[in-house]
């Protein structure tokens, strides 16, 4: 247990289809994080939010549109997602952002039909 | 922009025994930290290791340790005495201590430990 919390832990979703990501983290950290994990490619960042601001938009689509209402918890809400959005995606927090310690929650495997 | 490689997309090891995961990377600066994660089946990502690019000295965590080459960006990871649980993907990393200090990945390799 790291304290990342995700929630739900499988996904599947038709394409025309609205849902959401959360994770929550119980650290106490001020920086929170989305990463894509497609099968055969590097870990794809895709957001950081710090003291709940977002400071890094990886040129995300808009179909995925993140939220973070307090420093603890973290969203991602999903709209007309295509066939390769399915992925595992994880969620991360650190102490600050660019902090040296990364913590994963065990992430949502999203299958989009 | 900095990359990383994993050349290796998949191990095997016997049990009890010693294996090396090769990383190397690319950038032009001269201060960074490198990481390798262990993602098991449960999907999540633990920090195993870390090593900051101004340290000669290769970091060690009990069974794992680090033989890091800064001249020839080379990042490869030992595991001694190998065991059951060891089995997981691991993933190499990069991260910057200037500008947006994003960790980069590796493609990670699939480690399998055989009884």
């Known amino acids: 247990e790291t304290g990342v919390t995700q929630t739900p832990r499988h996904l599947v979703m038709g394409m025309t289809n609205k849902k959401s990501l959360k994770c929550e983290q119980h650290?106490?950290?001020?920086?929170m994080y989305w990463y894509k994990q497609s099968a055969k490619k590097p870990l794809e960042l895709m957001f950081v939010?710090?003291?709940?601001?977002?400071?890094e938009n990886n040129s995300v689509p808009s179909r995925f549109s993140p939220e973070c209402p307090n420093s603890s918890h973290l969203f991602l809400h999903l709209h007309t997602l295509q066939p390769e959005d399915s992925a595992l995606y994880l969620c991360?927090?650190?102490?600050?952002?660019?902090?040296?310690?990364?913590?994963f929650g065990s992430g949502t495997q999203l299958s989009v039909l | 922009a900095q990359t990383v490689t994993q050349s290796q997309p998949e191990m095997s090891v016997q049990e009890a025994e010693t294996v090396t995961l090769s990383c190397t990377y690319d950038?032009?600066?001269?201060?960074?930290?490198l990481f390798w994660y262990k993602q098991p089946p449960s999907r999540q990502m633990i920090l195993v290791i870390r090593?900051?690019?101004?340290?000669?000295q290769n970091a060690t965590e009990n069974r794992f340790s680090v033989n890091f080459q800064k001249a020839a960006k080379s990042f490869s990871l030992k595991i001694s005495d190998s065991q059951l649980g060891d089995a997981a993907m691991y993933f190499c990393a990069y991260r910057s201590i200037q500008g947006a200090q994003k960790l980069v990945f590796g493609q990670g390799t699939r480690l399998t430990i055989n009884p």
């Open positions: 090593q900051e690019a101004y340290k000669q």
């Open positions: 950038t032009s600066e001269s201060d960074y930290y």
């Open positions: 650290l106490g950290h001020n920086a």
């Open positions: 939010y710090n003291f709940k601001e977002q400071t």
């Open positions: 991360a927090s650190s102490q600050r952002q660019g902090g040296e310690k990364l913590f």
